[in-house]
């Protein structure tokens, strides 16, 4: 058996070669990451692997690149924006991702570019690209759009959810598994005729309440008609009727004042 001293010397050794190994392989990916451009692939190419022109990720570097944080990552943002779009387009694992087509990122830094593209999309491009129609010029222009391509008048958008697979959390975990039998989270979603989202909500921890005129949906919580006092659907009803008691009282207001109330001549 060696003395410990050389098996030391030996573990010491190997660790300062694997320091070595990595220092070197990180250098060449980086250099492969910087000599890779991917505007000089062609068209059809582009597209197929961010499923974006190459006008409108040149719109994301121009809008996205002046918010994004310089870490120690050393990554320049539109190599995070790929790599983020990539991720968007495929749905792969990170993993594939950072071996993909001379992106060269760990699975640690393209996790990290995910989330960072995300909230900057988020929070400076959302707001001027998702938006209700609220004017009577927006509004007419959509139920416009809605009565030229299927006769139907009125119409202000069409409104469904979707599920948008996640990994499994690791809180409440049965809260994401969907009927189709794997984790999601149920996103409603409001486009116009022309497929173009108006609103969109991921957030299951918020609701509106109604009262039982009202269907039960995801978005929209309704009182249990006729639950057994002293159950939690008696308790849940009652503090639901009282949580939606601001609306009665909104009545009550409009109606002493006369409002929407017919004048008689």
């Not at 220092?23 to 974006?52: A, V, W």
């Not at 001379?102 to 995910?114: K, M, P, W």
């Not at 308790?235 to 909104?250: A, D, F, K, P, Q």
Request: net charge positive.
């Amino acid at each position: 058996m060696l003395p410990n001293q050389i098996l030391n010397r030996i573990i010491g050794l190997q660790e300062d070669e694997r320091s070595e190994y990595y220092r070197h392989f990180n250098m060449e990916r980086k250099i492969t990451r910087e000599d890779s451009d991917p505007f000089t692939l062609s068209n059809s190419l582009f597209k197929d692997l961010f499923r974006l022109n190459k006008k409108m990720v040149h719109f994301l570097l121009l809008n996205l690149s002046p918010h994004m944080q310089n870490r120690a990552l050393a990554i320049e943002p539109r190599h995070k924006i790929f790599a983020a779009l990539y991720f968007f387009a495929t749905g792969s694992y990170q993993r594939t991702i950072g071996q993909s087509w001379n992106l060269s990122l760990s699975q640690q830094s393209v996790s990290i570019c995910i989330k960072e593209v995300s909230n900057l999309i988020v929070n400076h491009l959302a707001p001027d690209w998702i938006l209700f129609p609220n004017t009577p010029n927006e509004i007419n222009k959509v139920k416009a759009q809605f009565m030229r391509k299927t006769r139907f008048p009125g119409v202000l958008g069409a409104i469904d959810c979707t599920y948008i697979s996640i990994i499994a959390p690791v809180v409440e975990e049965h809260n994401y598994l969907n009927r189709k039998g794997y984790h999601s989270k149920n996103v409603q979603i409001i486009c116009d005729a022309d497929v173009l989202i108006l609103n969109i909500n991921s957030d299951t921890n918020s609701w509106l309440l109604g009262d039982s005129s009202y269907p039960q949906q995801p978005w929209l919580m309704t009182p249990i008609v006729n639950a057994a006092p002293g159950t939690p659907e008696f308790i849940y009803t009652e503090r639901h009727v009282l949580s939606r008691n601001v609306m009665e009282r909104l009545n009550g207001v409009k109606d002493g004042l006369g409002v929407y109330h017919r004048r008689e001549n």
